[in-house]
Structures are given as C-alpha cells and as structure tokens.
C-alpha cells in the first residue's frame, strides 16, 4: 500500500539497556527484564530495534532477551573487542563473541582517556541512540565513574522513557511511558 501524501513511514522504537554485571538470580533476571522488554513493546504500540553493550551479567542477559523475541540489535562497546575482552572471564567472552554475530551493526566508542571515561561515555551514547530505556538496577549509587546509577541518572536528565527492573525483586517501575503511548506505532522516519 502506498503512503498518503502527508503520511510518514514508520520506523522502529530503539530501546537501550544499562544494567548491573553482577546478577544474583540470572534466571529470574531474564525474565524480568524479557517483561520489560515486552510491556516497552505494548506501550510503543509497534515495532521495536534494541541497542545496548554486551558486558557479562545483565547486559548479556537483554541481548538474549531481546533477541529471542525477535529484535534487531546493534552493539556498543565502550572499547575495541580485543580489549573490552580483558573484562571479563572465558565463558564472557565466548558468550560476547556469539552474541556478537548476532549484531546487526557494531559500533566502538571513540578513545577515551581512561577505561571508566569509556564505559561512560558506551552508557551516555546507548541513551543518545535510544528512544527509550530499560535498567536493570538496585536503586544504589554507582560503584564507579560509569556504572547503572550513572547512566539512569542521564536517561533521566534527558527526560527519556525509562522502564526500571529492580535488581532485588524484579518490580518493574514506568517513567514517563505516557509519551510513547501517545505517540502510537514507532517514531516518523527522518
């Protein structure tokens, strides 16, 4: 079907992720934020694209989430692949490099004068890249320059949609939801 004049073809809602590496229960984890990912797609009323980084623990966990539902994901790193590497464990970078293929696209931030500069700037550009946000965080401060809080905190300040997964129990918390309801299936395309 050909657009009317005037319509706007639709594109997909780009929801990111930014959550905790250490996870006490990854299966619960998942499922809470699998709910999340599901009640993001509800409240945008259509079609959805994920972008988030692939650190071990709950990051990991949103990719597989996501993609098991069908989502196009792009990948960030907060570093080259070789060296975002040395941050994780062999059974994290064996599960970073299949998730990896599984990339739609990959793109690496720029160098940065220190490694915590880095994953900074990767959780600011995953927000920047997003429409809305889901976090899977305890509600803490952040442990270091970069961290969950940090990176809610901005996706706050930029007034964006945000889903928060409690850590601890898996209550999921809207903010700001209302804009994507009203806003109907997806954004305009450019």
Known sequence: MKPRSGDSPRVPLIVGFTGHRKVADPGGAQAAIAAAIRRMLAAAGGAMAAVSSAASGADTLFVEAALAQGLPWSLLLPLPLEEFR???????????????????????????????????????????????MIA?????????????????????????????????????????????RAAGRGRAAP
Do not use: N
Request: aromatic share 6%; net charge negative.
């Open 86 to 132: 040395k941050d994780f464990d062999a059974a994290g970078c064996r599960r970073l490099e299949e998730l990896q293929q599984r990339a739609g696209r990959t793109l690496v931030e720029p160098p940065q004068p220190t490694r915590d500069d880095a994953y900074l700037a990767c959780g600011r550009r995953t927000v920047d890249e997003s429409d809305a």
């Open 136 to 180: 899977f965080w305890d509600g803490r401060e952040a442990a270091g320059m970069g961290g969950t809080a940090d990176i809610v905190a901005y996706v706050r300040r930029q007034r964006k949609p945000l889903l928060w997964v409690h850590a601890a129990t898996g209550a999921i918390t809207e903010e700001r939801l209302e804009g994507l």
